[in-house]
């Protein structure tokens, strides 16, 4: 069984540190969902999903990359902090689901990369099966 979504989870709490290293003022909802995030992966508050997260990636035979994109997304279904912290992250006051932005950036894949812009092209399996949706009509890197 991967560890992906632990590596997820990190690269969402790095995006934080790196966030607050440069000074950017995190509302105090951030603060309190990264705690909480941090202390539950501490203790396995991704375990119970790591098996069901495995199942649908290989059902929907994803490459690398759009199951880091997935496992990115799903952070914000499967943990409450996530959520909170992907909102703040992407510029919200509270809870919401990641940008494409956000999603590239917690799974390591460069925004250049053309690996990446596949994975989220409309015809490509992440979004035609409906696992990955994007919401809004700006830039893609925004949606």
Do not use: C, K
């Amino acid at each position: 069984m991967t560890r992906l979504l632990d590596d997820l989870a990190a690269g969402l709490l790095a995006a934080y540190d790196l966030r607050t290293r440069n000074r950017w003022q995190a509302p105090a909802a951030a603060a309190a969902a990264y705690e909480a995030f941090r202390g539950d992966l501490a203790t396995g508050g991704l375990d119970p999903y790591r098996e069901r997260y495995d199942v649908l990636a290989t059902r929907l035979a994803l490459d690398s990359v759009q199951r880091r994109l997935l496992g990115a997304g799903l952070l914000a279904e499967i943990h409450p902090a996530a959520y909170t912290l992907m909102g703040v992250l992407t510029g919200g006051d509270g809870a919401a689901r990641p940008t494409a932005a956000l999603a590239l950036e917690i799974a390591q894949v460069p925004t250049s990369d053309g690996l990446a812009w596949r994975a989220l092209a409309p015809d490509a399996e992440l979004r035609r099966s409906g696992a990955v949706s994007l919401s809004g009509d700006g830039v893609l890197l925004s949606r």
